[in-house]
């Protein structure tokens, strides 16, 4: 067997609607790109049911399914899809220069552009009966499931921007919101605080966690824990959302490529550039607002469009190069 390292025009890390994307893309670009699927291929959207707000599927859609027809969709036109995890990168920080990503520990290869997409993960709270009602009732995305709970009551833990925002969205569907906040004060921005403490069909409790999730195959209700005063309560929800913030998966490329205090990759304003020549971010690994299949994809877009382009210029720098040099020895 030959010791060659694969060279590869694009490689992408991560296969969830914005790695899908831009592999369908890059390889109608016939930048051959190969996916690296990492170690939940379809991402994030294999985890939940139902997909509704997806443009184009006026029915729904399985989560799972639709990432299935995404690979088939990127396959279609010449991606190589693999199962593989991505565990180590050297970037190249000169324009042209060569990438290279270590796959699960043992192969190299070598890439001229690379698009990440390595998504982030939905921290819960880790408690057995909060696990074990995921898809029965709990969710870590009001935005993507909250209208299975329409006029009825439910719960939403967290404190921060997500948690004000989800617990105003979810009002407005639910007949009733209660919001758990462990400390005695909202993380949220001011604007945000007085928007949950201004809707009346939110019910706020500080100082207040959760003790457990009650409900065998799915969520009946709440039992409460006030942390000061120890007092229980229990209320009766049939939905439970977990708002407690997301990490994103960006661990291999920690003082190798520009990122926020919380590790999202930072990009270039209106584009997928990160700051490293010829390595794009798309997708949530990117993205702590928004947060959705739709809006990754629409930056899976963007990164291939912008891996194209970038190669396109590298090129025609080269030829001027060749050009030049032949001159000059002319
Ligand atoms: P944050 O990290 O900002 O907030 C997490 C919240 O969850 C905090 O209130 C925290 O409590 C609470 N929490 C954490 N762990 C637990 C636990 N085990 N049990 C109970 N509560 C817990 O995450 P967000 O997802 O809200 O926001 C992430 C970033 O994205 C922020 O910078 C935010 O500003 C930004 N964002 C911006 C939006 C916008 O501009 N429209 C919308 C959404 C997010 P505590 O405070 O006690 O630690």
């Not at 010791?3 to 490689?11: M, N, Q």
């Not at 890390?13 to 990492?38: E, N």
């Not at 921060?160 to 005695?184: F, H, P, Q, S, W």
């Not at 949220?188 to 999730?213: C, F, G, P, W």
Request: proline share 3%; aromatic share 6%.
């Amino acid at each position: 067997m030959s010791d060659k390292i694969e060279r590869i025009k694009c490689l992408i890390i991560g296969s969830g609607p914005a790695g899908y994307t831009a592999a369908i893309y890059a390889a109608r670009a016939d930048l051959k790109p190969v996916m690296y699927t990492g170690m939940e291929p379809g991402g994030q959207l294999t985890t939940t049911t139902e997909v509704d707000n997806f443009p184009g599927y006026p029915d729904g859609v399985d989560g799972p399914q639709m990432m299935v027809d995404l690979q088939k969709q990127a396959e279609r036109f010449g991606t190589q899809v693999r199962i593989g995890m991505v565990t180590e990168v050297e970037f190249s920080d000169k324009v042209g220069g060569i990438h290279r990503a270590c796959v699960d520990n043992s192969t190299w290869v070598e890439a001229e552009t690379i698009i990440i997409s390595t998504g982030a993960t939905a921290k819960y709270l880790g408690l057995p009966s909060e696990q074990r009602l995921r898809g029965g009732g709990v969710s870590a995305c009001a935005i993507c499931d909250g209208f299975f709970y329409k006029g009825q009551d439910v719960a939403i833990v967290g404190g921060g921007d997500t948690a004000a925002e989800e617990a105003t969205y979810l009002a407005n569907i639910c007949n009733k919101v209660t919001m758990l906040v462990r400390g005695d004060q909202m993380r949220a921005s001011k604007a945000m605080q007085h928007r949950v403490t201004n809707t009346k069909n939110i019910d706020l409790r500080y100082n207040t966690e959760v003790d457990e999730v009650l409900g065998d195959q799915v969520v009946e209700g709440l039992r409460m824990l006030n942390n000061q005063t120890g007092e229980k309560e229990e209320i009766k929800i049939t939905g439970m959302f977990i708002a407690i913030g997301h990490k994103p998966n960006t661990d291999i490329f920690k003082g190798k490529l520009d990122m926020d205090e919380t590790g999202y990759l930072i990009t270039k304003s209106k584009s997928t550039k990160t700051n490293i020549p010829g390595v794009y971010a798309s997708g949530d690994v990117q993205d702590k607002i928004y947060r959705q299949a739709v809006t990754a994809a629409g930056t899976g877009c963007m990164a291939a469009l912008d891996a194209e382009r970038y190669l396109a210029e590298v090129e025609s720098e080269e030829g001027e190069e060749v050009k030049t040099t032949k001159k000059v020895e002319a």
